[in-house]
């Protein structure tokens, strides 16, 4: 069983188009993700959830929204989407916020803004 | 400077060999430390935590320097299978804790 699975695995789409990615994740965990590793492979957390609520908005734009249904799942929404979105966007958890503890990754999605 | 900074790399080394990296963090506060492996194309996965005492397993050792503020990986007989790009991970000790990924360092090793 997948721990933690994202989809789309792919996502090919023109500027100023809407899109979202979805993340499940099955360990149970308070605390979900979502980390852009752009073209230099650096990977930068963008939102943390923990159990549905909001801690953590990297300044991220607004055009990113996330949404938690309910602690397995953490969903994020991008409206008209730019060239500069172009990245792999992976969904984390772990078992809480506290910073010392594991998190496991989804396989990524890699979005392609042309 | 960076909250989490590494050695450039890429690193490429003989199989049997050992290799060291470095991996300095600016935050004092910082209470948790991590190194992740990422395969190409694929997700980090965690390697091992890294505890003030050290940390062995297998052939991975790492280091906490709390005083200089720097945490190492050494890899011993180095396996082609080791080829990756490894992530230094620190938190970032803030009421709402907060992992920081380093930059990574690319290692090849070849045969």
């Known amino acids: 069983d997948t721990a933690v699975s994202q989809t789309p695995k792919y996502l090919v789409t023109q500027m100023g188009n809407d899109k979202s990615i979805k993340c499940e994740q099955n360990l149970g965990h308070d605390t979900m993700y979502w980390y852009k590793q752009d073209s230099k492979k650096f990977l930068k957390i963008m939102f943390s959830y923990n159990n549905k609520e909001l801690i953590i908005n990297e300044t991220v734009p607004n055009r990113f929204s996330p949404k938690s249904p309910d602690k397995a799942h953490l969903n994020l929404h991008i409206n008209s989407l730019e060239l500069g979105d172009s990245a792999v966007y992976f969904c984390?958890?772990?078992?809480?916020?506290?910073?010392?503890?594991?998190?496991?990754f989804g396989p990524g999605t890699r979005l392609t803004v042309l | 400077r960076k909250e989490v900074e590494q050695d450039p790399g890429p690193f490429n080394v003989p199989e049997g060999a050992t290799v060291a990296f470095n991996c300095t963090y600016s935050?004092?506060?910082?209470?948790?430390f991590f190194w992740y492996r990422q395969d190409c194309r694929k997700e980090p996965k965690l390697l091992m935590s890294v505890y003030s005492s050290g940390n062995e397993d297998g052939r991975f050792t790492a280091q906490l320097n709390r005083a200089s503020q720097y945490i190492s990986l050494l890899i011993r007989d180095s396996k082609l299978s080791d080829s990756a790009t490894y992530l230094c991970?620190?938190?970032?000790?803030?009421?709402?804790?907060?992992?920081?990924f380093g930059p990574g360092t690319s290692l090849s090793v070849i045969p």
């Open positions: 935050n004092s506060a910082s209470q948790s």
């Open positions: 991970v620190v938190n970032r000790g803030t009421s709402y804790d907060k992992v920081i």
């Open positions: 984390a958890s772990s078992q809480d916020w506290a910073g010392d503890n594991e998190q496991f």
